[in-house]
Structure formats: structure tokens, C-alpha cells
């Protein structure tokens, strides 16, 4: 697990009895590519919602300005959920806001809360799983399994390349780019209580982390938080699960973590080389 404070930093949790240090949060930077055609109300952006030649967009409701902001350590309430949490199909596209923008629970439906174009340090750049009438829906951190709608237009998306692919029941994670196979690992998962969650996630950015167990090397960030975090330690009912190394190679093929998945050496360093922030992740059962 990762939880940030109130300064850019991260901590993986790894077993009860093991806490990471803090370490500063390193960005892997891509280029978006926005639109100028925009409406702005202060620092907020509401995208341009005129209906596109091929499609007539719902209209998009004016957000109040008090909505409030999605954090690190707490999504939004009343967001749709995915409905396809457990979709294989590749996601190929995200959205990165260079101002913040609204979160709706529907195509021209409420406006919820605000996605800010950083959270914690880390550069926002969240996958879109579904479009419908001129609205895109997009995977929202803090959250498990749940989705907020944002018009289309005004904006472009920006294009995303890899998948990771975790199966609990086998407990493997498989790296594909282009649909194709890159890596295919035995990992360790969340135990009974403390699970790994399943559904559609993303990678949020990387951390450095702090102890001979991470084998020195930094941890992949995701957006998806504990099941249960009212029955987690208070220090970490804020925290995200994470794809981290591990040095001990007996815990692969087993269910040993407090939900993050834990990655031999090796194979993470190839993860951070590679992999982008945006990156999807789908946990199956």
C-alpha cells in the first residue's frame, strides 16, 4: 500500500510489522496535447461540450465552484460504477487535464467533483473505459470500480500503450503492449483480510521507497485503495495499493501482502522503465 501525507511523499506498506520510509515521488513524464477550446470559470475548466459532427453531446451541467477536489486520500461520493470492472479489453486512450475538470455521475447528468491535473505531486493521467453520447468515462483514484463522466469535447486524448494484467487466482501479473505479451511474472497478493482489490485500476506515478526488502528500487503507484480502510491501522487508512519489489523470493505465488503486489526484482525494474503513469490494471479474481 502507498499513503501520501500532506508533502509529495508516499509510503508502502508491505506487511504490518514493515513500513517503508518516505520517499519523494518521481514523475514519468508524457506530453498531452489539449485543445484550446475551453470555458474558464477561475482555475476551473469546464470543456467545451458543442456536439462533434459524428455525435450530439449531451449538454454538461455548469459545476459550482465548491465542489470538492479529488484527493489522494479520498475519491468523490456517488460516482457511477464501472460497468465493466473486470473487462480485459484494451484501453487505448486517457484523458490528461491541464486544469482541473469535472467529474459527472452520468452524461449530462450531476457534477460531483473536481479532477485536478496533479494529485500529491503526481501528474493526473486517468484511462477512459467507456464513451456515450459526446461523454467519456474515466477510472477515478481513490475509488475501486468506479468511473466519472466528463464531456468530450474541447479536449484530446492522449494515447496509452500498455496494459498490466494481475490474476489473483493464479497470482501472475503479465506486462502487454499492444496487446502483445512483454512479461509474464509469478507475484505475491494480498492476504484474505487484507486483499489485493479487484476491477479496472491505473498506475498514478512511482515512489521511492525506503529498506532492504523494496531491493532499493521505487514502487508503481495505483489507484486503488483497501477494500475495508476503516479496519486498517489509522496511519494507513489513506493509503493506495502499489506494485513494488520484493527481495525475498519465497513470498512469490502466495498471499502474504496487505494488498499490494509484490514484483521479483527484476521484473520491476523493467515495470519502471517502461511503464507510463496511465497505464492501466486489471486485478481479476
Known sequence: MSTLRSRPYLWILAVVALVAGLGTAVLLNRT?????????????????????????????????????????????????????????????????????????????????????????????????????????????????????????????????????MVDLSNRSLVWLRGGEEQGRWTVAIGTEKTPTPTGRTYVMGRTGTNGAAFAGLDALVLGSIPEEPEKMAAAFQGAHTGIHAWSNNAVFGRNVSNGCVRMPPKAQRRLLDQVDPGTPVIVTA
Not at 35 to 54: F, L, Q
Open 32 to 164: 498531452g496535447d489539449d485543445a484550446p477550446a475551453r470555458t474558464a470559470i477561475g482555475d476551473v475548466v469546464i470543456p467545451d461540450a458543442s456536439p462533434s459532427p459524428s455525435e450530439k453531446a449531451l449538454p454538461a451541467k455548469k459545476p459550482p465552484a465548491d465542489l470538492p477536489v479529488v484527493a489522494y486520500a479520498k475519491g468523490p461520493k456517488g460516482l457511477a460504477t464501472d460497468p465493466e470492472p473486470e473487462s480485459v479489453v484494451t484501453i487505448t486512450e486517457a484523458l490528461r487535464p491541464k486544469q482541473k475538470v469535472a467529474l459527472y455521475d452520468a452524461p449530462g447528468g450531476e457534477p460531483l467533483a473536481f479532477l485536478p491535473p496533479r494529485i500529491s505531486g503526481l501528474a493526473t493521467v486517468v484511462p477512459i473505459v467507456a464513451r456515450q453520447t459526446g461523454w467519456a468515462a474515466v477510472l477515478v483514484p481513490a475509488t475501486n470500480r468506479k468511473v466519472g463522466w466528463v464531456p468530450t469535447a474541447g479536449w484530446r486524448p492522449e494515447p496509452l500503450r500498455d496494459q498490466l
